[in-house]
T-cell receptor, first 115, second 114 residues
């Protein structure tokens, strides 16, 4: 059973371009979470999705950021018109159920660098 | 809302020495507490968690953490570290009985020296 798969591992974009980060949850997991880690900071919650639904996007910036988890295929975190401040490690996690004591399974992350 | 403070960003320690990684949290509600570990080029993995009951929790590889409600702490300890314990360790908290969103500390890089 493969773990949470994220790609690409490293993504370089110039200011103003779009970044697309992909996450395939573990088999059988229908809950996906995105976290962002800025340099010297802890992981910050961004968004929680189930298949075809955004459940909680309280941690998402109001502009330029969007996420989806379609019925088929991976979850996508999209950042439009990237700026240097978007440079960070983006982690995806999944779980089989949504419960406070359930552990999350994390991917290895995507390191986004904006030039 | 919850917050987590990991006071030490870097902890170097010699092999077979004891180690303590500190974690303090703040919350207005009862919480679940977690330690996650991230080995180089890998995703975070759950090391141990406190949900309720005994305040001392242990992992399978010799780490333990003690929940101290009065000091709002959840420090991680190991009596004798190995080279393979070199990794970044993250303390995290979530509000118990509610939504799933974890709040993480900024991490502590543990480096075990030969």
């Amino acid at each position: 059973n493969a773990g949470v798969m994220q790609n690409p591992r490293h993504l370089v974009r110039r200011r103003g371009q779009e970044a697309r980060l992909r996450c395939s949850p573990m088999k059988g997991h229908s809950h996906v979470y995105w976290y962002r880690q800025l340099p010297e900071e802890g992981l910050k919650f961004m968004v929680y999705l189930q298949k075809e639904n955004i459940i909680d996007e309280s941690g998402m910036p109001k502009e330029r950021f969007s996420a989806e988890f379609p019925k088929e295929g991976p979850s996508i975190l999209r950042i439009q018109q990237v700026v240097r401040g978007d440079s960070a490690a983006y982690f995806c996690a999944s779980s089989p159920i949504h419960r406070g004591d359930e552990k999350l399974f994390f991917g290895s992350g995507t390191q986004l660098s904006v030039l | 809302a919850q917050s987590v403070t990991q006071l030490d960003s870097q902890v170097p320690v010699f092999e077979e020495a004891p180690v303590e990684l500190r974690c303090n949290y703040s919350s207005s509600v009862s919480v679940y507490l977690f330690w996650y570990v991230q080995y180089p080029n890998q995703g975070l993995q759950l090391l141990l968690k406190y949900l309720s009951g005994s305040t001392l929790v242990e992992s399978i590889n010799g780490f333990e953490a003690e929940f101290n409600k009065s000091q709002t702490s959840f420090h991680l300890r190991k009596p004798s570290v190995h080279i393979s314990d070199t990794a970044e360790y993250f303390c995290a908290v979530s509000a118990s009985g509610s939504a799933r969103q974890l709040t993480f500390g900024s991490g502590t890089q543990l480096t075990v020296l030969p």
